[in-house]
């Protein structure tokens, strides 16, 4: 247990010497880092200690039930639209349910055959996301079963927070924190952004991207009185002036965007949001522009048009621009919100706060001065008890320290006001190991073991104990890294990175001091 060879000294020397220099980072403030290399090892600040905003947002579960029948209405047309195709009538989506009407009783199978693909849940587990009844003899209800709404509610919160920490990167805001919360809420917290009205109106954006053609047989009189043409909708201009009659199919969606990026117009120098489509979009839309021209198509993201030009050429490249008033930031905030994905559920925020960096400030002391009065107390303590021991376990203390925050540095892990409770915690549990050891050197001692014995002993007997004593407290921490979130987490990283540290130097470390002075002194007697 004693015996460490040259290389092992140097080799432990050599990684805590360059962990020591990676904390060094943690402690220079974030705008002095500002120029340094990103994979700089450091410490970032949380909601609670730099200030910043906290939103919670919520989704909206009938507009997911809304989109889903909607969804399946169109899937249906075009299932039945395929050679040979089966006409039906009476097609409705009233009380969350879709039904139709066979115009040929005798097609009922057939047309059973085509929707059962449709009624099953996508994902592989054959599980089944809607009920299908003959009713009458020919006409058809479908009927969304509440497990199936479950699973899609659950798809469309984990893609949503996805897309929203997307989003929010997209705007260089430094760590984010995206979590999901209950069953359909998502909290954003964003270190040291003072006003998030620009943040909230981009995450609640649903970026909806299509391009229809306009349906130009519809008459003002019918629009004005919300008369649409069958197969096409009136959806209303961004800008406010005025409505437009497209088609209800879509011969562009965002689904097919490869890139959006804010430019300016070549010929007016205004803003606009430049799109590159990928290869099924840029066949499509050459295809359709050909068949069009001289016909005029809307541009529309979420329900609205942002402009709808006429088709003066064929587009071949598989690029499109949208225009329509727009600032710099807007442009580039409808770029970031398209290139992102549409956002398959609204979001609405139902409580936002800010918090101020002085809060953080004073939270921040606060810490600082319980931790140097937990070291002190700790030092003292073990000084006091065990002498040189206590001194070995004393340079154990504060390279733990400095070990913990290079750790959390390389992960670039987020430091929240109970992750300093946590630190504080580890620096009063760090010593438990040489209390151990130590007072296993004593009682060695006492039954007449030699100075060598009753080291070596100490440490052989101890560590077990200690090893099962910490893998207890890490069973606790990763329970609440798995199960916890926000503030709960933080406390439990800083908990685990502690536990790990805490024993390789309470016990490597200081083995390897008492090591050295035992070969070097030889010494008959240890006061301990």
């Known amino acids: ?38 994979w700089t090892p450091s410490i970032n600040l949380g909601l609670d200690l730099a200030g910043g905003s906290y939103l919670l947002f919520e989704g909206d579960l009938s507009g997911v039930a809304k989109a889903r029948v909607d969804t399946m209405k169109q899937q249906v047309r075009a299932a039945l639209n395929r050679d040979p195709k089966i006409r039906i009538s009476d097609i409705s989506t009233q009380d969350g349910k879709v039904s139709f009407l066979v115009s040929d009783a005798s097609k009922v199978d057939e047309v059973r055959e085509r929707l059962l693909p449709l009624i099953n ?31 899609l509610v659950k798809r469309s919160m984990d893609d949503a927070r996805e897309i929203v920490e997307t989003r929010i990167n997209g705007l260089g805001t430094l760590e984010p924190t995206v979590v999901r919360e209950g069953a359909n809420r998502i909290v954003v917290q964003v270190p040291g952004l003072k006003d998030p009205t620009a943040l909230k109106a981009l995450i609640g954006k649903t970026a909806k991207l299509e391009f229809k053609l306009v349906n130009t047989q519809a008459t003002a009189a019918d629009v004005e009185k919300g008369i649409a043409p069958e197969d096409s909708e009136i959806l209303p201009m961004a800008d406010g002036n005025g409505k437009v009659v497209v088609f209800q199919n879509a011969m562009i969606t965002g689904d097919m965007l490869t890139a959006a990026s804010q430019s300016f117009n070549q010929q007016t120098g205004a803003p606009e949001v430049v799109l590159d489509l990928n290869a099924v979009g840029t066949k499509r839309f050459a295809d359709i522009t050909t068949q069009n021209v001289n016909k005029p198509f809307a541009i529309i993201v979420d329900n609205k048009v942002i402009s709808a030009p006429n088709i003066n050429e064929p587009i071949l490249g598989g690029r499109a621009s949208i225009s329509g008033g727009f600032t710099v930031d807007s442009a580039n905030e409808l770029a970031i919100a398209l290139r992102s994905g549409k956002l398959p559920i609204a979001l609405k925020v139902v409580q936002e706060s800010t918090v101020s960096p002085e809060l953080g400030k004073d939270s921040i002391e606060a810490g600082i001065k319980a931790s140097i009065i937990a070291t002190v107390a700790v030092i003292a303590f073990m000084i006091l008890t065990y002498g040189r021991f206590g001194i070995y376990a004393t340079f154990a203390v504060v390279i733990n320290v400095l070990v913990i925050l290079a750790v959390m540095g390389f992960l670039h892990a987020t430091l929240t006001l109970p992750g300093i409770a946590g630190f504080v915690l580890t620096i009063g549990t760090a010593v438990d190991a040489n209390v151990l050891i130590n007072e296993r050197i004593r009682e060695e001692r006492r039954r007449g073991r030699s100075v060598l014995q009753a080291i070596e002993l100490g440490y052989k007997e101890a560590s077990r104990t200690i090893f099962e004593a910490n893998v207890t407290h890490a069973i606790a921490g990763v329970i609440m890294m798995i199960l916890g979130s926000g503030p709960v987490r933080g406390f439990a990283v800083v908990l685990l990175i502690g536990i790990a540290t805490s024993v390789f130097t309470a016990v490597v470390f200081t083995r390897m001091l008492v090591s050295i002075w035992v070969r070097r002194n030889r010494p008959t007697e240890i006061h301990i």
């Open 1 to 38: 247990m004693l015996d460490f060879p040259r290389w092992k000294v140097a080799s432990i020397s050599l990684g805590l010497l360059l962990l020591i220099l990676c904390s060094i980072p943690s402690f220079v403030p974030r705008e002095a880092r500002a120029g340094w290399p990103s």
């Open 121 to 151: 849940d996508q994902t592989g587990t054959n599980q089944r996301d809607w009920d299908i009844q003959v009713v009458d003899g020919s006409r058809f209800v479908l009927t969304p079963t509440q497990d199936g709404l479950e699973r």
